[in-house]
């Protein structure tokens, strides 16, 4: 239901960019918001992001200005674009579906978890 798609190793140097993409169901897209998560090592997981399924958008104050989510509906793709990145940024990722259409960056039911991808931002 939520796959993120591996396409090779995330790697970046610090103030690079990175794309990560998340091919969901169509019935999800409508239904349901699209969720970005982080755990960077050692720390708890953290919620980087969410979008609607009219488009609306939310971010941690930590990527805001930086990242973006958007969609495509026609490949039925959510894609996170981390732009000016940092070691900060370092971490496992994730993407998840969150019941209802509406998304709030820290107020969500997860109902279904991508598997996660390590991305690695050197200085």
């Known amino acids: 239901q939520v796959h993120l798609v591996e396409s090779g190793e995330n790697l970046a140097l610090n103030g690079g960019s990175m794309r990560l993409s998340c091919v969901v169901s169509k019935r999800t897209l409508v239904h349901d918001n699209i969720r970005w998560f982080r755990q960077p090592p050692g720390k708890r997981r953290e919620a980087v992001s969410c979008i609607s399924s009219d488009g609306r958008t939310q971010y941690a104050d930590s990527v805001k200005g930086r990242f973006t989510v958007s969609t495509d509906q026609a490949k039925n793709t959510v894609y996170l674009q981390m732009n000016a990145v940092t070691p900060d940024d370092t971490g496992v990722y994730y993407c998840?579906?969150?019941?209802?259409?509406?998304?709030?960056?820290?107020?969500?039911?997860?109902?279904?978890w991508s598997q996660g991808t390590q991305v690695t931002i050197s200085a």
């Open positions: 998840a579906a969150g019941q209802g259409s509406s998304c709030y960056l820290n107020d969500y039911v997860v109902s279904a």
